[in-house]
């Protein structure tokens, strides 16, 4: 049933000294704090509540009355109150005809109900518009306003004219609203509050698993070997010097994985000849979470970075304590040796690699944030994410290499005949720059161009076709 609305708002102040009251019906914490910040932005608020003399503490400036009376006075009402309580509403259903009803509940969890929360209040209403709206906002956002993490308020409904008031009011408390369509949407925008990390849940599992694999590997590698062969026990090292091994292996294998599903795509639209085919499911998920898997890997270097600053004061204490008369015997005898430029070639390179990649690691972080890469145009961010992503790449993987340099190359490199943990993160970031190099290669790199271009094998082939037909 459709009906007209009266301005929320009048924008004549000559025509109403004040403006029309919005209702609330709840008085809870979400209750308050809706009521508290539509005073501010200069509404009248009234509050309907089963009991109006004692419903606590409500927002100077505010009255609390019935139910009935509170509908009646307003024409847009606020349901803050749980769908469990919803019965007595269909009561109220002569009072609430025509109004604009604003349903801001949530649910403990997922398909708890065979409809949506909107749905089941217009069922009870039906001659009143529902409104999906406010549920994605805390009380803490209303009571102190938006803020760049949860400025938008996405809200659903049948009626266009009764989404318009809402979407008027919503904007006038400094929100962004964003319209989902009819209250069919009512379940989806439900389920927004339900949702926990779901961008992050990808990524988080593969540094876990990645992490759990390599420490267990290690742990066999290095502890339990050396207790087993030679009896020592070394499993001081777990804390520190172990988990410093983890980090860093896992950090540039999640590096390796935020440009390998880019350079999967180049190479699967060489071989399409098109880039109009959509990509795989798979491949798809793998790419929106790049910035995701970038900034866990980013996590990981920090943790590499702080362990490695920590270790020489470790081993220092530890050997003052344990070896002072060794110590004090080769200070007294004057003992040195020969020095190896080789030796300090390739320490002086291993830092500065290091320094290096971590230095645009820290870049690349920097501008994944909002305020900062809003700041930068398409090419600019493009560039830095892209160019100076590879190049992390590169100087983190030679890092690697200079790190392992002829280890390889010795039989005690290989307890138990496995693989040192630098080798097996090296497969991943090495096969990404190799098919990046590929991909720079002119003959790849023009044909990637034209198809990225709009060039496609396909229509090419439709046209020679046609050509030699006629």
Known sequence: MESTFVSLCPLNSAAATEPEPLCIFGTGDLGRSLGQRLLQSGYRVVYGSRKPHSCGPLPPGTQAMSHSAAAQSAALVFICIHREHYNFLETLAPQLQGKVLVDVSNNLKKNLYPEANAEYLQRLVPGAHVVKAF???????????????????????????????????ATKLGFTVLDRGSLCAA??????????????????????????????????????YTYV????????????????KVFPIV?????????????????LQLYRGTKYRRFPDWLDRWMLCRKQLGLLALAFAFLHVLYTLIIPQRYYVRNRIKHPVVLFIKIKENKTSAFDSALAWRSDSFLSTGILGFGLYVLLG????????????????????????????????????????????????YPWYTLPGYLLCLIVPTVVLVLKFLLLLPCMDRSLTRIRQGWDRTNKVDDGEKSLLA
């Open 135 to 169: 549920n994605t906002l805390s009380a803490w956002t209303l009571q102190n306003g938006p803020s760049d993490a949860n400025r938008q308020v996405y809200l659903c409904g049948n009626s266009a004219e009764a989404k318009q008031a809402v979407a008027e009011t």
């Open 187 to 224: 379940r989806e925008l439900e389920d927004f509050p339900l949702q926990l990390f779901p961008e992050w849940r990808l990524p988080l599992r593969i540094a876990v698993g990645l992490t759990a694999f390599f420490y267990f590997y290690l742990l066999i590698r290095i502890v339990i």
């Open 229 to 244: 062969q030679k009896g020592d026990d070394i499993s001081f090292r777990i804390m520190v010097s172990l988990a410093n």
């Open 251 to 267: 950090s540039l294998i999640m590096l390796s994985l935020c440009y390998l599903p880019g350079v999967i795509a180049a190479f």
């Open 366 to 413: 920097i501008t994944s944030l909002p305020s900062v890469s809003n700041a930068l145009s398409w090419r600019e961010f493009s560039f830095v994410q892209s160019k100076l992503g590879y190049l992390t790449l590169f100087f983190c993987t030679l890092h690697t290499y200079l790190y392992g340099w002829n280890k390889f190359l010795k039989p005690t490199s």
